[in-house]
């Protein structure tokens, strides 16, 4: 059965860009979300997140018919499902991956389920998922089969897809990119990687769900670990007085060594998260994630301890001073450079943090924003010029290329990214 008709459910950073590659590619695109602004947006032929070349899809496949925004989900041949996977809020060492909006999504598409549909969870979820989403649309429509029950012959076809793109490039690397498919059986694989060879250029991989699932876990967790490598030795580093960064130049001049560059923790919606996904799952066996996790997140508070031991050094050297009259310049609120995309951004906590306690002013240079409005009200937001000039004590969070294009010296610098 060919896919005439496309709906994506969850109109994000991933879902929204899946859903104009779809469209790009004449097939009629129905995107879900709950957020009316974004709907509202689209339908405009406009978008309402930065992303490279993806402003020109998307009105192009808005004017030409082909993508249409709802709040509801209407009948379709293939869902994809692109919703968030964020932890319950609860007190635990180690996070619960909340499977709430996977939950609520399978319910919004059931009533318009029919024979021959196939539904595709893009979400990176925790290893099961896409199994509890199949029962949660089995308890739903009971009228119809699905892979757990009638195996290949089931009337809905089912598979796991993960997103692996990356912030800033993601228009290319959807189509570039091979793609992992996971589904509950052979036929629910087969049809998947028609589904995606719509505009996929890269190799479709079939494995089974559950595989699918760990695969973007491993991948990020994998990141994770090594990262948290490159933070330890700049701990290390620090307390023995050598230069981490010649250190690590030095040692990747080994053939088989290729160490990572520290930085104040790990930020993003995927590699500060989901090892949590394998953490809470095998806890007891996860021993290197789990402390990987626990010295990437430990990372920024040691950066504030750093900017603290500044101020009192800076008080010390000059008594004619108050800590009220400090400013501090934060370098960087991306969670990585040349991105405007602040979520889950060690840089940007970093700066609520110091804005928090420090009397003083406190100052942050982020090039790929215009505003701090709706984040906070207590950091300035200013130029890099401006910066340089006015502050006391200057700390680097992000590598961004402006700031590497600009040599700068002073007595004060906390230099997390090893540039200046």
């Not at 009337?155 to 490039?169: T, Y």
């Not at 937001?381 to 590598?399: E, G, M, P």
Request: net charge negative; with cysteine.
């Amino acid at each position: 059965m060919s896919f005439n008709t496309i709906s994506v459910v969850g109109l994000g950073y991933i879902g929204l860009p899946t859903a104009a590659m779809f469209a790009s590619r004449k097939k009629k695109v129905i995107g879900v979300d709950v957020n009316q602004h974004a709907v509202d947006t689209i339908n405009r032929g406009e978008i309402y997140i930065v992303e490279p070349e993806l402003d020109m899809i998307v009105h192009a496949a808005v004017k030409e018919g082909y993508l249409k925004a709802t709040l509801s989900p209407e009948q379709a041949d293939a869902f994809l499902i692109a919703v968030p996977t964020p932890f319950k809020n609860n007190d635990s060492q180690i996070p619960e991956p909340d499977l709430t909006y996977i939950h609520k999504a399978s319910e919004a598409i059931a009533p318009v389920l029919k024979k021959g549909d196939l539904v595709i969870l893009e979400s990176t979820s925790p290893v099961g998922a896409t199994e509890q989403m199949a029962g949660w649309l089995a308890a739903a429509r009971p009228d119809l089969s699905f892979p757990q029950q009638a195996g290949e012959n089931a009337d809905v076809n089912i598979a796991h897809c993960p997103e692996r793109v990356l912030p800033g490039h993601v228009v290319r690397e959807l189509v570039e990119n091979d793609r992992v498919i996971g589904g509950m059986t052979t036929h629910c694989s087969a049809r998947a990687v028609e589904l995606y060879k719509t505009f996929v250029q890269g190799e479709c991989v079939i494995t089974n769900a559950r595989t699918a699932e760990m695969a973007k876990l491993t991948e990020n967790s994998c990141r994770d670990v090594q990262i948290a490598f490159a933070n330890e030795l700049s701990l290390i580093c620090d307390k023995l007085e050598i230069d981490v960064w010649e250190l690590i130049s030095l040692a990747n001049r080994h053939p088989r060594i290729n160490i990572l560059q520290p930085g104040p923790g790990v930020g993003g919606h995927c590699i500060a998260v989901d090892p949590w996904f394998i953490v809470s799952k095998t806890p007891e066996l996860a021993k290197i994630i789990h402390t990987a996790r626990s010295v990437n997140n430990a990372k920024p508070e040691w950066v504030i301890n750093k900017v603290k031991i500044a101020i009192a050094e800076f008080l010390q050297a000059n008594p004619d001073k108050t800590v009220q009259e400090i400013t501090i310049a934060c370098y960087g609120l991306a969670f990585k450079p040349d991105i405007d995309d602040l979520r889950e951004s060690p840089a940007l906590n970093i700066a609520k943090n110091l804005a928090e306690f420090h009397a003083g002013a406190v100052l942050a240079v982020e090039p790929n924003i215009s505003s701090l409005n709706g984040i906070s009200s207590s950091i300035e937001l200013t130029s890099l010029n401006a910066a340089q000039s006015r502050a006391d004590i200057h700390l680097v969070l992000v590598d961004h290329s402006d700031f590497k294009a600009t040599k700068f010296s002073a007595k004060y610098i906390i230099d997390t990214k090893g540039i200046w």
